[in-house]
Nanobody
Framework: QIQLVESGGELVQAGGSLRLSCAAS????????MGWFRQAPGKEREFVAR????????YYADSVKGRFTISRDNAKKTVYLQMNSLKPEDTAVYYC????????????WGQGTQVTVSS
């Protein structure tokens, strides 16, 4: 099992950039599929991006595709979310998540980090 801790959330201006980090602890980090989710005020949690254990395949929600980039550094046991061209609609608590390659859902979650984009 692994534990996840997000960091990097800040108040930023629309059009700005921000990079979130998710530090993992535990065994076999490189065997987990890693993902980012977000939850805006009064809204349901939604999928943002995911990356497989090898880092060779990524997938994004349509709302962030072309603006956000997910990456991972298995040596550092860290997954990143680079966010560019931020919009006020990106304001949310962002959560890091992990699942095994044979799981149908993300099982492990971080505590979340607040991203606020001002207009």
């Amino acid at each position: 099992q692994i534990q996840l801790v997000e960091s990097g959330g800040e108040l930023v201006q629309a059009g700005g950039s921000l990079r979130l980090s998710c530090a993992a602890s535990g065994r076999a980090f490189d065997t987990y599929v890693m993902g980012w989710f977000r939850q805006a005020p009064g809204k349901e949690r939604e999928f943002v991006a995911r990356i497989i254990w090898s880092g060779g395949n990524t997938y994004y929600a349509d709302s962030v595709k072309g603006r956000f980039t997910i990456s991972r550094d298995n040596a550092k046991k860290t997954v990143y979310l680079q966010m560019n061209s931020l919009k006020p609609e990106d304001t949310a608590v962002y959560y890091c998540a992990a699942r095994t390659v044979i799981s149908d859902s993300f099982k492990y979650w971080g505590q979340g980090t607040q991203v606020t984009v001002s207009s």
